[in-house]
């Protein structure tokens, strides 16, 4: 079955320390978003890549790095600068330039800090 | 103003009950219109597309307003596992599909 697969599903962070959370798809779709979700808030885009090897800071990005060097891999590092990393991440994948197509998303990871 | 605004609700009605959202949207260069779905701290899924003529599927009905520049999304017969979060998504045409996501509505159908 097609779909993004996210891991891991639940992540601890130590203050100082840079984690890297993974999204891979198979639905061979050339675009691929990170999106932050905070209790009771609707989600903010904090990085997009429309290709390989190209990818645009969305609205949130200070403290977040990404890569794209494959099509079907989009990981995601939260740094130590981001000082208020808990939340909810999703990874989500579309066929990019065409506005009607919907985004699918991956099942989330977890994000707290110990 | 909020570019997609939803009222979070929550929106509590019986089982069997006919419960309808709104959700209004700022940019009217937006272009497509989606419902998705989210679970308590689960994915967004999509529910459904929007359509210019209104669309429907099973028990749900979605209808776009451009004039007014709102979306509502129609449920009929509420059964208890229509109980999540109900998001209004709004794509904006250009290279970078720009997406929006309002806040989401919340409903609880209720036994």
Not at chain 1, 16 to 23: E, I
Not at chain 1, 46 to 54: A, G, K, L, R, T
Not at chain 2, 71 to 85: H, Q
Request: hydrophobic fraction near 30%; glycine fraction near 8%.
């Amino acid at each position: 079955d097609g779909g993004i697969t996210q891991s891991p599903k639940y992540l601890f962070r130590k203050e100082g320390q840079n984690v890297t959370l993974s999204c891979e798809q198979n639905l061979n779709h050339d675009a691929m978003y990170w999106y932050r979700q905070d209790p009771g808030q609707g989600l903010r885009l904090i990085y997009y890549s429309q290709i390989v090897n190209d990818f645009q800071k969305g609205d949130i990005a200070e403290g977040y790095s990404v890569s794209r060097e494959k099509k079907e891999s989009f990981p995601l590092t939260v740094t130590s600068a981001q000082k208020n990393p808990t939340a909810f991440y999703l990874c989500a994948s579309s066929v990019p330039g065409q506005s009607n197509q919907p985004q699918h998303f991956g099942d989330g990871t977890r994000l707290s800090i110990l | 103003r909020k570019e997609v605004e939803q009222d979070p609700g929550p929106f509590n009605v019986p089982e069997g009950a006919t419960v309808a959202f709104n959700c209004t949207y700022s940019n009217s260069a937006s272009q497509s219109f989606f419902w998705y779905r989210q679970d308590c701290r689960k994915e967004p899924k999509l529910l459904m597309s929007v359509y210019s003529s209104g669309n429907e599927d099973g028990r749900f009905t979605a209808q776009l307003n451009r004039a007014s520049q709102y979306i509502s999304l129609l449920i009929r017969d509420s059964k208890l596992s229509d109980s999540a979060t109900y998001l209004c998504v709004v794509n904006q045409k250009g290279g970078y599909q720009k997406v929006t996501f309002g806040t989401g509505t919340k409903l609880q159908v209720i036994p």
